[in-house]
């Protein structure tokens, strides 16, 4: 080979190793460097679901590398399903779509035909946890003013408490609660949505109904608690690592679930089949009461940037002052492998637990027909 042509080769090699640590200096930039995201929200605009999403919106974009553009868009129906279908069959796997979904999880542990996706199939990002208030009138028969009054209820008829269906979480839980507890109750169901539930106890239709602590705080406390109508009577526990139960920080005027069963029969809640079924379903409401996912094949470097710009936002002081001043509480977050974790435990090590569940919905849905 001539010196001529060696000399032209070696000079275009050097070209094109130039060139080529260009391209990889232009690919290495940000995911999110200039491009719009849309987080989805399966409920309607006003709700806790779509006030938290929004609250993130403002924040997350200076936490994500590129400072992505954020929008809003609501999908609501089917009790949230509509939107989650979307995420694991429409949406594209591209990066660009982040949910801020209220629950969900209950449809798959349920088996429910509707949900066609499997949700440990999608991306998990991470998940907020969260716990509802129990609150009843205190002019229930024959009178409510520490929530061990509810011990005294003689007749079910006298505490009627609301809901939305027996396949939700708030009926599951509160039905659960108050066989467990051994309190006199009827079930009202078929509310639609928690403003409607809330009128029903302020004109004595009904006696209790559980609220969200943003909704406790925000509508609950100032309208019904401050005007004497209403006290709280419980809320669900929080669980750490181990399983171990404890009450939710600044609920300290309602006890939790397990203290309230440690007043009525002196002891803490362990083998009973309802505790074991509420404790199901409250380790999962506390790790993804709101979640965040994205579709499933969505690029690792997305899921990647995703998921730290998450971890991020749950130690960032401007956005937890921001949650605390309009969701009323500071959220607690969990990363996405772990809520994954949890959800994979219920259907197999928690799997007949699951199956009691099943049968507790089964025997309601027979109760209501007769």
């Keep these: 080979m001539s010196k001529f042509v060696f000399g032209v080769l070696s000079s275009l090699s050097v070209v094109t190793m130039v060139l080529g640590i260009a391209a990889h200096g232009v690919d290495a930039k940000p995911f999110y460097q200039g491009k719009r995201l849309t987080m989805l929200v399966n409920f309607t605009p006003g709700g806790g679901a779509d006030r938290s999403a929004r609250v993130i919106a403002r924040h997350l974009p200076r936490l994500l590398p590129g400072k992505p553009r954020i929008i809003i868009k609501n999908m609501p129906g089917a009790g949230g399903m509509i939107a989650i279908n979307y995420v694991g069959e429409v949406a594209k796997p591209n990066g660009l779509t982040v949910t ?25 990002i991470a998940g907020v946890g969260g716990t509802t208030v129990i609150y009843g009138r205190k002019d229930t028969k024959p009178g409510l003013n520490t929530a061990t009054d509810l011990f005294k209820i003689a007749k079910a008829g006298d505490f009627k408490i609301a809901g939305f269906r027996i396949t939700g979480l708030k009926d599951l839980r509160d039905r659960l609660t108050l066989r467990m507890l051994n309190v006199k109750f009827t079930p009202v169901t078929g509310f639609r949505g928690s403003g409607k539930a809330r009128t029903a106890v ?63 029969y002196g002891r803490l809640p362990k083998e009973e089949k309802e505790w074991q079924m509420i404790s199901l379903l ?11 996912t994205m579709p499933p094949g969505t690029p690792k470097a997305a899921v990647g940037e995703m998921r ?63």
């Excluded at 409250?282 to 965040?292: E, I, K, S, W």
């Excluded at 009323?328 to 996405?336: K, L, R, Y």
């Design 100 to 124: 801020n979904f209220s629950g969900g999880y209950l449809f798959q542990v349920l088996g429910d035909e509707a949900l066609r996706v499997d949700l440990r199939k999608l991306e998990w």
């Design 202 to 264: 302020l004109q004595n239709e009904v006696q209790a109904f559980s609220d969200s602590r943003a909704a406790w705080f925000k509508n609950v406390v100032p309208n019904y608690v401050n005007t004497g109508m209403v006290i709280p009577l419980w809320h669900y526990d929080r669980y750490d690592a181990q399983g171990n139960p404890s009450p939710y920080p600044g609920l300290a005027s309602s006890p939790s679930v397990s203290q309230l069963f440690k007043a009525r």
């Design 282 to 292: 409250q380790q999962l409401h506390g790790v993804m009461a709101r979640n965040t």
């Design 308 to 370: 730290a710009a998450y971890m991020r936002l749950s130690k960032d002081p401007a956005y937890l002052a921001d949650a605390k001043k309009s969701l009323a509480f500071t959220p607690e977050f969990t990363s996405g492998p772990e809520v994954l974790r949890i959800l994979n435990e219920t259907f197999t090590k928690k799997e007949k637990i699951r199956q009691w569940l099943l049968a507790f919905v089964k025997e309601q849905n027979e109760l209501r027909r007769r």
